[in-house]
């Protein structure tokens, strides 16, 4: 599994949609970085809901937003990424390409809680693992910009035991309009959201 290499919450979180681009779109951990990717981390949701990430002039452009506890119905932080398919990337001649098939969006839900878990001190590690919870990481198709927009990621205790994370997801291919070809939207657990959930699970 890949691995995020963030040393603090905050490098690890306002990152995070780079990482999104890199791993999603199957591509080497020196191939995309804040050298060649212009993420813009949004505050207003109306601007971000415009944004479109693009490839141009030899930069990759994605999106960032975190939505207010106001603008979803969830216990813990989410990260809303917008980014390229591997299409226009490899198109760019960046001077590399994705290694294969792009990856499942409901990996980066698992990187959170990983890199989560790495992260916290050794008291909370012992405590959550002895919890021995388990999470079911599923991912949900949207047919539009505006379903994608009005979804929610889904985070849900099932028992005692185990939860269901579910994130839902627009991917576009070659559509007629070009500003709408080849993007990728996803709602995410953020890695401040997966740190509040081991807390949480630990201190119980």
Same mark, same amino acid.
């Given at each position: 599994m890949p691995k995020i290499k963030a040393s603090t919450l905050e490098e690890a979180r #306002? =990152?995070?949609?780079? %990482?999104?681009?890199?791993?999603? +779109? =199957? %591509?080497?951990?020196?191939a995309i970085n804040s050298n060649n990717v212009v993420n813009t981390i949004y505050t207003r949701l109306d601007k971000f809901l415009? #944004?479109?990430?693009t490839v141009e002039n030899g930069k990759i %452009?994605? #999106?960032? %937003?975190?939505?207010s506890v106001n603008e979803v119905n969830a216990n813990y932080e989410q990260v809303w990424c917008k980014i390229n398919t591997a299409h226009p990337i490899d198109a760019a001649n960046l001077g590399f390409r994705s290694l294969g098939e792009h990856q499942s969006i409901s990996?980066? =839900? +698992? @990187?959170? @809680? =990983?890199w989560a878990y790495n992260y916290v001190d050794d008291r909370i590690k012992n405590a959550y693992q002895a919890a021995d919870i388990t999470i079911n990481y599923k991912e949900t198709q949207k047919a539009t910009g505006l379903s994608w927009s009005y979804s929610e990621l889904v985070f849900q205790k099932r028992d005692n035991k185990s939860y269901l994370l579910e994130t839902p997801y627009l991917r576009t291919g070659n559509l007629f309009f070009e500003a709408l070809s080849y993007k990728h939207y996803c709602k995410l657990l953020s890695p401040k959201g997966a740190v509040?959930?081991? +807390?949480?699970? #630990?201190n119980n």
């Open positions: #306002s =990152n995070w949609c780079i %990482y999104v681009q890199r791993i999603i +779109e =199957n %591509y080497h951990r020196d415009e #944004s479109k990430p %452009y994605t #999106s960032t %937003y975190f939505p990996k980066m =839900n +698992e @990187l959170a @809680l =990983n509040d959930f081991i +807390e949480k699970i #630990s």
